[in-house]
Nanobody, 117 residues
Framework: VQLQASGGGLVQTGGSLRLSCLVS????????MAWYRQAPGKQRELVAR???????DYADSVKGRFTVSRDYAKKTVYLQGNSLKLEDTGVYYC????????????WGQGTQVTVSS
């Protein structure tokens, strides 16, 4: 299983960005997909999740500004961020989680998002 994240970069406050995460290894249909981020000096936090059952959840700090989606044909999960704020800066990681005999977690390599004023 491999997760390949892309789409990070430098954006001004109020701008938009779309992150992508391509999942290989045959687990995309059964996995809950999520985006996490880690700001400098802070713990990694959940930003958004799109479960295998179709439920989406968001951190309070991004509700109404971020949208998580997934394309089953492309085996890709997306994170669209709008009205970006300085505090959205961080390294964004995609995560795939599923359970067979145990809970299995896979992580992408992370992509840097920097929001500047």
């Amino acid at each position: 299983v491999q997760l390949q994240a892309s789409g990070g970069g430098l954006v001004q406050t109020g701008g938009s960005l779309r992150l992508s995460c391509l999942v290989s290894g045959g687990i995309f249909v059964i996995a809950d997909m999520a985006w996490y981020r880690q700001a400098p000096g802070k713990q990694r936090e959940l930003v958004a999740r799109y479960s295998s059952g179709g439920r989406t959840d968001y951190a309070d700090s991004v509700k109404g500004r971020f949208t998580v989606s997934r394309d089953y044909a492309k085996k890709t999960v997306y994170l669209q961020g709008n009205s970006l704020k300085l505090e959205d800066t961080g390294v964004y990681y995609c995560n795939a989680r599923y359970r067979d005999t145990m809970t299995r977690n896979y992580w992408g390599q992370g992509t840097q998002v920097t929001v500047s004023s």
